[in-house]
């Protein structure tokens, strides 16, 4: 009926409205986060005396904002459907070191000791690395936030049949019966736990459950009551084949010296939030790039016609002109057709990515940025020519 076809419309189109604002809201909350989580990288990494402690309390409370706009996110994408996974076969001991690489701060703050019992091999699965780590930080932050100081977390993982079988064990506050049934749906929380610091929104766990069920596996949360700890029981599908991709270095080797020479490589920064565009043309130049900020298209297309960069960092929500149209711009200057562009920005789902490949940026870096993963993309600068810089 006429009536029903409205009524389906008007649905379609509160969803779309929807989708559209949670990603207007993760791109507004990540921008200010971008210039706070470099400028404190930088401090940390020049060695600064008299603030260690502020600076590591502010650090981890940016890191945790980060956490909350990418599980809102994130719980967004997968209820849509939107999330892809990146399969490979993969031992679950690759999943357990970086899940707990992505959880050791918290299980440190809290004083917590973390007992992991898993093979290095035998227990392979089909499978998104970075996903699978995901929902194995996200179980273990759970226990940690839900375990006094001083308790015991134990991950270990077996093979069951054609499974693989990993259990996340603490020995916190327990799960009641009436919440059992309900602790995989969305913001569901504890009551007597929402006053806690490390809280969040109650969006850990119903990630954890699509992701698990992306996956072909099965997720069950046990315990006998409050006060008795909780146990967590992740199924997967375990992997036929023998060919099992993994990675000897977990964790990149942090920046540990800061040099005032530059490489000969020129890159330039253009963003319109200038404590953005600040911190991370210095953090380049720590690394040691020579830099030039701009702050709108126009002002890029004349820094960049005078300093020739090898690349530019391009934020998208530009004024006057947007970061696509300046890439554009950017290489039909003489000289730079081939300068290499990273767009950054707040927007960071599948679309927004596949959007800034077919303008032609090279790689598309998510506010913040970590100052690993920015050396990783302007590393490749070094010993090439300007003509054939390559990230």
């Known amino acids: 009926t006429e009536t029903l076809r409205q009524a389906e419309q008007a649905a379609e189109a509160a969803s779309r409205a929807k989708d559209e604002f949670m990603a207007m809201l993760g791109h507004e909350l990540r921008n200010p986060l971008s210039p706070m989580l470099t400028a404190l990288q930088l401090m940390r990494l020049r060695g600064t005396d008299g603030s260690e402690r502020e600076r590591t309390v502010i650090e981890r409370q940016v890191n945790h904002l980060t956490r909350l706009v990418d599980d809102l996110l994130d719980v967004s994408r997968i209820a849509r459907g939107k999330v892809e996974l ?9 999943i357990v070191a970086r899940a707990v690489e ?66 996340v064990v603490d020995t916190g506050i327990g799960i009641s019966a009436d919440m059992l049934p309900r602790v995989f749906d969305l913001f569901t929380q504890e009551r007597q736990a929402i006053d806690r610091a490390q809280g969040g929104l109650g969006l850990g766990l119903t990630i954890v459950r699509n992701l698990v069920e992306r996956h072909g596996g099965t997720v069950a949360a046990l315990s006998e009551g409050l006060d008795r700890g909780s146990e967590f029981v992740v199924r997967l599908p375990k992997a036929v ?29 253009v963003d319109d939030n200038e404590d953005a565009a600040s911190m991370l043309a210095v953090a380049l130049t720590t690394i040691g790039y020579e830099t030039r900020v701009a702050h709108d298209g126009p002002q890029a297309l004349d820094v960049c016609g005078q300093f020739a960069p090898h690349a530019a960092f391009l934020d998208i929500g530009l004024p006057v002109m947007d970061g696509y149209e300046l890439a554009g711009r950017l290489r039909e200057l003489p000289g730079l057709e081939r300068i290499r562009l990273v767009a950054i920005t707040g927007y960071g789902q599948d679309s927004d990515k ?13 506010k913040p940025i ?22």
């Open 354 to 366: 596949q959007r800034s490949m077919a303008a032609g940026f090279d790689h598309h870096l998510v």
């Open 370 to 391: 970590d100052l690993d993963v920015l050396r990783t993309v302007v590393s490749g600068l070094d010993g090439e020519t300007p003509d054939s810089a390559d990230l």
């Open 86 to 94: 990146k399969r490979e076969v993969i031992e679950i001991a690759e």
């Open 241 to 269: 084949t023998d060919r099992v991709t993994t990675d000897a270095c977990l964790v990149e080797e942090r920046l540990s010296t800061v040099t005032g020479q530059t490489n000969g490589r020129r890159v330039v920064v």
């Open 102 to 167: 992505m959880s050791s701060a918290l299980l440190e703050q809290r004083i917590q000791t973390l007992i992991v019992k898993v093979p290095r091999r035998g227990l392979p699965v089909d499978g998104d690395l970075t996903r699978l780590s995901q929902v194995v930080s996200n179980l273990l932050t759970n226990a940690s936030k839900y375990t006094p100081q001083g308790g015991h977390i134990t991950v270990h993982a077996v093979g069951e049949g054609d499974d693989v079988v990993l259990r």
